[in-house]
């Protein structure tokens, strides 16, 4: 078995002894240490890939594992492709997947479904394995849904609330909208190209050897690469959130905390985006599809970073950042800078599960506590937490020279250096999301760790028992906090130009991220005044006059509302989907089913012939000259008809 | 060979009337009965060439020469996977029912080794008279499996599925007679050279379809599923829902696509639009089922939806798939009428109100029943999977607004079975009686265990599943494709 196989199967492996055997047979120690060992063998090979690919010069592997799938001209495989966009990824996910398991010893001690849970976490891992690793669209979409399964299993681990599986059913059903996209996309590849297998669509995609419009029901004739770009997009705006397929993310932080760092903000809603840097090959043969994603990713992350403004949830802040990040590193794909999407994803990966293993260490200090209003002036019982926080929040808002500096600037010097009219939107944007992203960091880190402890009695408790996270929490929280610290600085290479060599493809012309190294000072400089303005307003409003915010709120209150309630584009698609398929599932089953074809037409069939039968009796007179009349009108009708 | 697999439950059954007396001898014979004809059935697997599209296993003995009419006997790729789908099912649906049928167990046990030689015969048929008389006849040991050991509403369903089917038979028939009569035949590969008429071809495609599309069931003659799986002993309804279901489609691979292309061809909107109504219509009709018996059965009629469309995307893919996915369907819904089964066996409910939190009584049964869960909504990794995407893919090439209104099935067909499941395993308990109920006990286990297997197999390595079938698939396509120049004409009647 070759080596890279050993990467994915790892975790699979432990995933399956945690699961199958762990609850009667290893025991809760038992089965956490494989799950661990087998996630530190899969990191170590992986940093080995990425040593070997990205930083030494070796080339791209590329390995057949078994037929999948063959049916006359489809043939599909499972196979591994290891090139410089596979190995960032391997390294994210493996690297962050490994603390999590470290740090899930700590954090779900108490739980007694132990082995239910590392089996799950090693799960998803595989799931994201594949996802990363394929070498063609049906495997791209094998660990897409994968990964769904993982996170529906994981967002409702805690099967007993009834809003975590209502949350965990939410997800599943959301992906599945994008997914349904997603498939139209594989079948018009397919279609097109008659393959599946990347390096057969790219080669023919960049050689031109496809049709330039293809019939679509409702829009008649479409250029081929608009339509597909879009249908696939249609599955990364589920997979990674995207204004419109966002409403199951917030929802998502039902789950343990550990898991909203892995899944649900390092690796599994990042999956979009790798999934169109991977595709650039053909997204770039659109602009139409690339303007698309440009303003889908600018609204993202705009109007994510509005509603995170007033969320009192200390998860659901750090959800909607997420939401409003992944927006940012769809807007430099959609400005074809796919380098940039990639770094920002790198470093988002450290500095956003830093926060979220953070923010679950303030949770677990707190005895379960999300609310912000019910802490504050933690400093001073968890200084250790507070000091990674603040890392995190500091890279996140693009302090210099921390991780979010160079890859957050790289993306917007690209936005402006495009010189398009949708680049200099999504610029203006994402500027503003900057001023946001800044503000509600900065108000998240105030209300938790500053200002006065919280004076009910049940939170106050909570605060006086206060303590800092075990070791196995801790190490990993220092772990990232030094890659949210360095990752940046480390990381910088990858925008420069060829890096990734062939598995990023940029076209003649695209050269917005190729300006975007000589842009001027003012615009280099310009998102670190967004962070000044950004920090100064959480200042005055949280730390100066904290009694500012509620007057505030009360003073514009429809438009608090709006924002609390995240737009209500839950209440809209309640209405608008949820109840009526339900109203009609039931007017179809008790209108349809029960009273037509029951009613008129079987059990109406059975009383009509009950009534005919009934009426024949009556004609069943006897006399011979009735039924001789009768023969003789059927004989002139048949002879009628078949003269 | 063939005749050995399909008649040797049938002498089981008779040795039970007239040798065993005692129940308890009679399920230990009926089982193995069932378990020796499945090894044999095996052996059916290594001999067959599925490098060919030929009947394979001829058997042919005179019967009725002055009418064309014979003992004809032979399976290709198409029919064989369904006669090995129902001698693997059938052990698994005693099994199933050794505790839960206590009276005239004997039988009960009759019945259905009965119904299981008819149903393999109907598979492996090549005369037409052949088939009809087995087609028939099975309906006599379902329509006894559910009459007498049925729940309580069980005359009204038995009736109803007697009525219904019998309806579409009568049709059948006729149409089978004026075949025989113009082709001076009955051996259906003979059939499948006869140069029919467009216009006769019409004819006899609707006179067969009022019987199969009963049988699949098809929008919107499928009134009957729902009540007859209810009404059903577990057995019953996995035996209904894997087997029987997928005669109707077996039908339509087996006559109407290759006697009748043209009039197949000319069709297709029309069974497009059926299976369409099927897939969207029965998925929300599910989504508000209160009885999970009833729930599962819409969704049967939502996949089956799947299965028509496939097969009458005239492609390979699509072809395929509909082939696998009514395998993929056998194990899925046998599984959860099984799933459905233990926890009626335990509370003597169906109502999905009744349960919540099984999950924390039952782990291993919550582990399996999610198993199939997800094997139903077709997620990779799984079976359905592989049907689904390759029917949906031959749909696409075929007509892509079809494809696209079928994906939606994709999103409901895991919405219906995402939220009964968390109705009934997931939750806290608020009913007592489920805090009584009982883990899996190891008899239960090893009706799931070859299941959860094919699940699996099916779903990373279909390749020998498909290769069973591409060469007769191949060969379908080609007979499907044939413009008859139409010698044979209604009007020699």
């Not at chain 1, 949830?313 to 807007?331: E, N």
């Not at chain 1, 929490?473 to 060599?501: D, T």
């Not at chain 1, 009383?607 to 006897?622: E, H, I, S, W």
């Not at chain 2, 696409?396 to 067909?413: H, R, S």
Request: hydrophobic share 55%.
């Amino acid at each position: 078995m070759s080596k890279n196989l050993l990467i994915i199967l790892l975790p699979l492996i432990g995933s399956m002894i945690a699961g199958l055997l762990g609850r009667r047979f290893l025991g809760n120690a038992m089965s956490r240490l494989v799950t661990i060992a087998c996630m530190l063998g899969a990191l170590a090979l992986s940093i080995q890939a990425f040593l070997a690919i990205a930083v030494g010069d070796a080339p791209s592997v590329r390995e057949q594992v078994f037929s999948w799938i063959v049916s006359g001209t489809f043939k599909v495989s499972f196979g591994i492709l290891l090139d410089r966009l596979t190995v960032v990824m391997l390294v994210v996910v493996n690297g962050v997947s490994t603390l999590v398991h470290i740090y899930a010893v700590g954090y779900m001690e108490e739980d007694p479904d132990h082995s239910r849970f590392f089996s799950y976490l090693s799960f998803f891992t595989f799931a994201m394995l594949m996802l990363v690793t394929g070498d063609n669209f049906l495997q791209l979409f094998f660990g897409w849904e994968g990964v769904g399964l993982a996170s529906y299993l994981l967002i409702g681990f805690w099967f007993n609330k009834e809003s975590a599986c209502n949350a965990a059913i939410k997800a599943f059903l959301v992906n599945r909208v994008g997914d349904f996209g997603f498939a139209l996309g594989i079948f018009t590849i397919f279609m097109v190209f008659g393959t599946l297998d990347y390096a057969e669509v790219f080669r023919m995609a960049a050689a031109g050897h496809y049709p330039g419009t293809v019939q679509f029901p409702l829009v008649g004739a479409v250029s081929t690469m608009t339509l597909i770009c879009l249908l696939l997009f249609v599955g990364a705006m589920g997979k990674s959130a995207q204004l419109g397929l966002h409403t199951w993310l917030p929802d998502a932080m039902e789950g343990p905390t550990p898991v909203s760092a892995l899944i649900h903000a390092a690796t599994m809603v990042t999956a979009g985006v790798f999934m169109v840097c991977r595709a650039s090959p053909l997204f770039e043969l659109s602009q139409l599809a690339l303007n698309v994603v440009t303003i889908v990713g600018a609204s993202t992350a705009l109007f994510a970073a509005t509603v995170g403004l007033v969320q009192n949830d200390i998860k659901r802040v750090i959800a909607y950042s997420t939401c409003s990040q992944l927006g940012y590193m769809f807007f430099a794909a959609g400005v074809s800078a796919y380098p940039a999407a990639m770094f920002h994803l790198f470093t988002h990966a450290f500095f956003k599960a830093l926060l979220f293993l953070g923010a679950g260490a303030v949770i677990h200090a707190m005895h379960h506590e999300q609310d912000m209003r019910h802490m504050g002036g933690l400093v001073k019982k968890i200084p250790l937490t507070y000091a990674v926080m603040m890392i995190g929040t500091l890279a996140l808002t693009g302090f210099p020279f921390l991780a979010g500096f160079y890859s957050k600037d790289a993306i917007l010097e690209s936005a402006f250096a495009a010189h398009t009219t949708v680049g200099t939107i999504a610029w203006l944007m994402g500027m503003t999301a900057a001023i946001l992203t800044t503000f509600y960091s900065f108000r998240l880190v105030f209300m938790t760790f500053h200002g006065a402890p919280p004076k009910d009695a049940h939170a106050k408790h909570a605060y006086d028992h206060a303590h800092e996270a075990p070791w196995s929490m801790r190490l990993p929280l220092l772990v990232l906090a030094g890659g949210s610290v360095v990752c940046g600085y480390l990381g910088q290479s990858m925008v420069h130009e060829g890096w990734f060599k062939q598995a990023i493809f940029i076209a003649k012309g695209h050269d917005a991220l190729a300006h975007a190294h000589h842009v001027a000072a003012w615009v280099q400089w310009s998102p670190f005044g967004m962070f000044i303005i950004g920090l100064t307003l959480a200042w005055i409003l949280y730390v100066k006059t904290p009694t500012l915010p509620a007057i505030m709120a009360a003073h514009w209150r429809n438009t608090y509302q709006f924002l609390l309630n995240a737009w209500y584009f839950d209440r809209l698609y309640d209405r608008l989907f949820v109840r009526p398929a339900r109203q009609i599932g039931y007017g179809l089953w008790q209108t349809g089913d029960a009273t037509i074809i029951d009613g008129y037409g079987v059990n109406g069939t059975a009383a009509l012939v009950a009534r005919v039968a009934q009426g024949l009796k009556q004609m069943q007179t006897g006399y011979v000259y009735h039924y001789a009349f009768a023969m003789v009108i059927g004989l002139l009708v048949l002879i009628t008809v078949y003269a | 060979m063939l005749s050995l697999v399909t008649f040797l439950p049938l002498v089981g059954a008779l040795v039970i009337l007239l040798v065993i007396r005692s129940d308890a001898q009679a399920k230990v014979f009926g089982l193995g009965v069932s378990l020796v004809t499945f090894l044999i059935s095996l052996r059916l697997l290594t001999g067959f060439d599925p490098h060919t599209a030929n009947f394979q296993f001829l058997e042919e003995l005179k019967w009725l020469p002055e009418y064309g009419i014979a003992y004809r006997m032979g399976v290709d790729g198409i029919s064989l996977p369904f006669v090995l789908l129902t001698t693997f099912l059938t052990p698994i649906c005693l099994l199933a029912s050794w505790e839960s049928i206590r009276t005239r167990v004997r039988e009960y046990f009759m019945a259905f080794l009965a119904l299981e030689s008819f149903v393999v015969g109907v598979f492996c048929a090549l005369d037409f008279i052949l088939f009809y008389v087995l087609w028939e006849a099975m309906l006599i040991p379902m329509f006894l499996i559910i009459g007498v050991w049925g729940g309580p509403n069980r005359v009204y369903a038995a009736l109803k599925f007697f009525l219904y089917t019998l309806a579409g038979s009568v049709l059948m028939l006729i149409a089978i007679l004026s075949l025989g009569y113009a082709g001076h035949t009955f051996s259906i590969p003979d059939l499948m050279k006869l140069p029919l008429s467009f216009a006769f071809q019409v004819w006899l495609f609707l006179g067969l379809f009022a019987s199969f599309a009963v049988k699949v069931p098809m929008w919107p003659v499928h009134t009957w599923l729902p009540d007859a799986h209810v009404e059903a002993p577990t057995a019953g309804s996995v035996i209904l829902a894997g087997i029987l279901l997928k005669m109707g489609a077996y039908g339509f691979l087996r006559f109407s696509l290759p006697i009748l292309p043209d009039a197949s061809r000319y069709f297709i909107p029309f069974i497009f639009g059926l299976s369409l109504i099927a897939v969207v219509y029965t998925a929300l009709v599910a989504l508000m089922q209160k009885d999970l018996k009833k729930l599962v059965a819409y969704s049967s009629v939502s996949h089956m939806g799947f299965v028509t469309i496939g097969i009458f995307a005239m492609n390979q893919q699509g072809l395929e798939g509909g082939i696998l996915q009514m395998i993929n369907h056998g194990i899925v819904s046998g599984a959860l009428f099984l799933l459905v089964g233990v926890i009626y066996d335990r509370m003597h409910t169906r109502m999905i109100a009744h349960f919540g939190g099984v999950a924390h009584v039952m782990p291993v049964y919550a582990v399996i029943f999610m198993l199939f869960t997800l094997a139903s909504a077709g997620l990779p990794g799984t079976n359905s999977f592989v049907g689904e995407i390759l029917i949906l893919l031959g749909a696409f090439l075929a007509n892509k607004a079809v494809a696209i209104i079928a994906a939606t099935g994709l999103v409901f067909g895991a919405a219906y079975m995402l939220w009964m499941f968390k109705r009934v395993v997931f939750g806290q308990i608020v009913n007592e009686e489920v805090r009584a109920m009982k883990d899996l006990s190891a008899r239960e286990v090893v009706l799931f265990l070859p299941l959860i297997v094919l699940v699996f197999w099916i779903g990373f390595y279909p390749g020998p599943f498909l290769n069973l079938f591409h060469a007769s698939v191949e060969n379908l396509l080609i007979q499907a494709a044939v413009v008859k120049t139409g010698a044979v004409a209604l009007t020699q009647f």
